[in-house]
């Protein structure tokens, strides 16, 4: 039942939302590659058959993109009316989950806490996959949760298509389903006796996608887990890179911290510290509801930070920890010992003062912005060079000129998506990312009309001897146009 104090809860989510989504960038994690390949499939619908068009990503949520950008060819903007909208569609699942947990008046005040999460406003105003995700993951729960309590196959069966579609929508599913089934069939007392046959349905529908997916790649492609090679290599290459630069103590104490502060940006500061609160007491005097919830929430990072811990081949980025923290949301408000009208107000307070901290840390005395601190936030912006530079291209590039842009703290990708270069005519995409001896050979072998370096020690304006002293410059990107 959708109550006015439900209803003010919905418009507050809505109102920032739409506050923020005029400011936000496609910038970090996967929103600039997936918004490029959507936008590549418009232009190319014959790509969308091959699926490595995808690359490491989950199909669906590109494949959703791809009206929005028809509809509005300015990707920048069009790629993001998918998670705007997942992101106010999900409060309407997350209640339901919530009141199924901890009752009516304690769901509203994780659903407050989830309008005023820093890093669902991020999901749900720009091109990132979590927004949609979390949608489906939710509504999967919460008819999973309906289904045990109710004995209905039919729930089942929804639970488990929802629960196929976020396992191609993102592969942390792959972890948190089968650990949800399996908790499931062990938690079997009176209050959750359901037959193994309709956890069967369950399990077979939530296969359907992902086995359509890996019989695709394997026929088309050659290869079933092509994705997963490109996961593994990406976050191995990431671990290594701060392991060398942190030490193997620092290196692994900073991936806690990471964790820890993510999950703060997740749920704010006070929902954090309640579910903290009441994990500690542990999980048997959880709900048995609740238990699964848990296991489903805090599966895959858990996983994730073992790889780290003990193999040091996972990096984690803030974004992970925001469909696990916003499960665990019912949770915080069930350990709360506070009347909830305060509690509302401290974590308005915590996301407001949470957002500036980290917009002051990512940006004061720094010649960019630190994309570390500025993840975690509610609004991430292009660093001023940056958008000068896709200003410049937008305006000055014609039509099929190939670019090829120094991919200077992967801020390419994100400069090429906001200066309307598609993914085809991307060089250091789809060819090289590394110049040959001189600008002249590197101009010719790869067919780029502008190439562009980031003037720094290593750096492609210092490194290729005949790079012209004078030209176009944006900050420290330094373009060469013929």
């Given amino acids: 039942m959708l109550t006015p104090r439900v ?23 996967d929103a600039p590659m997936r918004a490029l390949i959507a936008e590549r499939m418009v232009l190319d619908p014959a790509s969308a058959a091959d699926p490595r068009t995808y690359c490491q990503f989950g199909p669906l949520h590109t494949a959703l993109m791809r009206p929005f950008v028809a509809a509005d060819p300015l990707a920048p903007r069009s790629t993001r009316y998918l998670s705007l909208l997942a992101g106010i569609a999900v409060f309407f699942p997350f209640l339901a989950l919530a009141e199924q947990l901890v009752g009516r008046p304690r769901a509203a005040l994780a659903a407050f806490a989830l309008a005023v999460s820093p890093l669902h406003l991020q999901a749900s105003t720009t091109a990132s996959s979590e927004a949609l995700y979390l949608l489906l993951f939710v509504g999967a729960l919460e008819r999973l949760l309906a289904g045990l309590d109710g004995g209905r196959a039919r729930d089942f069966a929804v639970a488990g298509l929802l629960a196929s579609l976020a396992a191609v929508t993102r592969y942390d599913a792959w972890l948190a389903l089968p650990l949800l089934v399996l908790a499931a069939a062990l938690l079997r007392p009176e209050a959750l006796r359901a037959p193994f046959r309709k956890l069967a349905v369950f399990s077979a529908a939530a296969a359907l996608c992902p086995l359509i997916w890996l019989v695709w790649g394997a026929r088309v492609g050659g290869d079933a887990l092509f994705f997963a090679h490109y996961i593994s290599a990406d976050h ?11 030490g193997p103590v620092l290196g692994r104490l900073r991936q806690l911290g990471i964790w820890a502060l993510a999950f703060v940006a997740a749920m704010t500061l006070p929902g954090a510290v309640l579910a903290g609160v009441a994990l500690r007491r542990g999980l048997r005097p959880l709900s048995r509801p609740m238990r699964l919830v848990v296991v489903a929430a805090l599966g895959p990072p858990a996983i994730y ?6 193999f040091g081949s996972f990096e984690p980025l803030a974004r992970f920890a925001l469909v696990p923290g916003a499960l665990l949301l019912p949770l915080a408000v069930s350990a709360l010992p506070a009347p909830p009208a305060r509690v509302r107000a401290f974590q308005l ?23 570390g601190a500025e993840s975690m936030g509610a609004l991430t912006r292009l660093d001023g060079e940056d958008r000068a530079l896709a200003r410049y291209l937008r305006a000055h590039r014609p039509p099929g000129a190939p670019v090829m842009i120094e ?9 090429e998506h906001a200066g309307g270069v598609p993914w085809t005519e991307a060089v250091s995409l789809i060819v090289t990312r590394e110049p040959r001896a001189t600008v002249a050979e590197t101009l010719r072998a790869t067919g780029a009309q502008f190439l562009v370096g980031y003037d720094q020690d290593g750096g492609w304006p210092r490194r290729l001897p005949d790079w012209p002293a004078h030209g176009v410059r944006f900050g420290r990107w330094r373009v060469v146009a013929r």
């Fill in 407 to 415: 991919p200077h703290v992967f801020a390419d990708i994100a400069i």
């Fill in 236 to 246: 191995t290459g990431l671990a290594a890179t701060a392991l060398a630069r942190y």
């Fill in 349 to 371: 307070g915590a996301l407001a003062m949470f957002s500036v901290a980290v917009w002051l840390v990512a940006t004061v005395g720094r010649e960019r912005i630190w994309a």
């Fill in 305 to 310: 930070l073992l790889r780290g811990l003990l």
């Fill in 7 to 29: 209803w003010l809860i919905l418009g507050l989510a809505l109102a920032l939302r739409a506050a923020l989504f005029p400011f936000a960038e496609n910038k970090h994690g």
